[in-house]
């Protein structure tokens, strides 16, 4: 899978065509230039220039497609954090590496606060669950200090940000 990275530095300048290219994508990424365009009232050549240029400059990190877990066989949707101590440099590498490459985990992420990581672990049932948090917790045992988990049981809002640009 690819690792989609989150970079920081300095804030895009989007103008309102920008925005409403975005605010398209983020209804429905699969639409064709040409729906964008009727839709935005903007040329189609205008449309895939921005798309383009908003990708270099990472505004646009990846499209994708949002599934359900639950419709897949994974009911189990849990957010776990992880708190670590005494993490050297390689040994946090090997860590995200591993997160990164399980099959069950749907979300990494390197965090701040009480909680170093947080990773989105999707599974069958609890046993599948338990099995592997044990299977991480006895493969990093020498710095896992604090493992917290938050069951998903229903979403509200996945905002995609289109009313803060």
Not at 123 to 145: H, V
Not at 147 to 165: G, H, P
């Amino acid at each position: 899978m690819k690792e989609i990275e989150l970079t920081y530095g300095e804030k895009a300048k989007l103008d309102s065509k920008d925005k409403k290219i975005i605010e398209q994508l983020q209804i429905n990424a699969r639409q064709t230039i040409a729906q964008i365009a009727k839709k935005t009232k903007l040329p189609r050549d205008v449309i895939a220039y921005r798309i383009n240029k908003l990708e270099e400059q990472k505004v646009i990190r990846s499209h994708h497609t949002f599934l359900n877990p639950s419709k897949l066989g994974y009911p189990l949707y849990a957010y776990v954090t992880f708190a670590c101590f005494n993490l050297e440099p390689k040994q946090e590498e090997d860590f995200i590496k591993y997160l990164i490459a399980h099959k069950n985990t749907v979300y990494v992420a390197k965090t701040s606060g009480n909680y170093d990581f947080t990773v989105g672990v999707c599974a069958k049932d609890y046993l599948q669950y338990d099995s592997i948090i044990t299977e991480i917790r006895r493969k990093f045992t020498n710095f896992i200090k604090d493992i917290a988990a938050q069951f998903t049981i229903q979403e509200y809002k996945f905002d995609w940000m289109v009313d803060l640009i």
